[in-house]
């Protein structure tokens, strides 16, 4: 198990190869953030809520800058590609600080760009885009073990996100659009396989859970089983040594 970079896969393409789930739920979100593409047939990510983002990285940036960071009790966060679930955590960080970067900002020692930023920052939505991506942070740490196996969780993860994702008659046409975008990444980047079908059925908690296992995917994660243990079975017999035959030379 590795990332998904290209050169990975070429590396282990002789070997069962399965690309790391944390870094797929990553992928979906980044690639859920760009603008709709001319040849794209999903719907793009709403301008409200990419003006949302950029509104809060410029609070952050001119932050940090007028050093107001260093005046509050939870700093200003800003996104980084790299890291994982980063919009959200600039997202959070903003919105645990509007009333202090409010009271902050009306010292006249500091920028005024600061307040015209907060003043087109739209709060409802802030809250709302909040809610949609914190199930990925928390998929993101529940999947992201280091003395465990999770392998049996990425299933039943990616049908709790689906769930999320679901569009409610209470959400706005905005959210609406972004929670279609978002599964729709969900389907393309956070790919399934008959592995992950197999550690479900081995899960005492989960093999009998027909929401997660329907009556196809049933029989191929038994079949992957089978295959799995006839493979074990012909390895330990190829490596088995050789009798002592008495008489032979």
């Not at 290209?6 to 979906?28: D, Q």
């Not at 959210?175 to 790919?191: D, G, H, N």
């Amino acid at each position: 198990m590795t990332d998904n970079a290209s050169n990975m896969r070429a590396a282990f393409r002789e070997k069962t190869w399965i690309g790391c789930a944390c870094h797929n739920l990553n992928l979906v979100l980044s690639h859920s953030f760009e603008r709709q593409h001319s040849d794209d047939d999903i719907p793009g990510m709403p301008d409200e809520v990419l003006k949302l983002v950029d509104v809060c990285k410029d609070i952050v940036t001119i932050g940090k800058r007028s050093k107001l960071n260093a005046k509050l009790e939870k700093t200003l966060k800003q996104s980084d590609s790299t890291r994982w679930n980063s919009v959200l955590t600039t997202l959070q960080s903003v919105a645990s600080n509007i009333d202090n970067l409010r009271t902050l900002s009306s010292d006249m020692s500091v920028s005024k760009n600061i307040l015209r930023h907060l003043a087109d920052l739209n709060e409802i939505l802030l809250r709302e885009v909040i809610d949609v991506l914190l199930p990925f942070d928390t998929a993101t740490r529940c999947l992201s073990a280091d003395k465990s196996v999770t392998m049996h969780l990425i299933l039943p993860t990616r049908h709790k996100l689906f769930r999320g994702l679901q569009v409610l008659a209470t959400d706005s046409a905005v959210i609406s659009q972004m929670k279609t975008r978002v599964a729709k990444q969900l389907e393309k980047y956070f790919p399934i396989s008959d592995l992950h079908r197999t550690a479900v059925l081995l899960d005492p908690r989960l093999k009998d859970n027909v929401t997660l296992l329907e009556a196809d995917d049933r029989r191929a994660a038994t079949e992957s089983l089978r295959r799995l243990v006839e493979s074990v079975e012909e390895e330990q017999h190829s490596s088995r040594p050789v009798a002592f035959q008495p008489g032979y030379k």
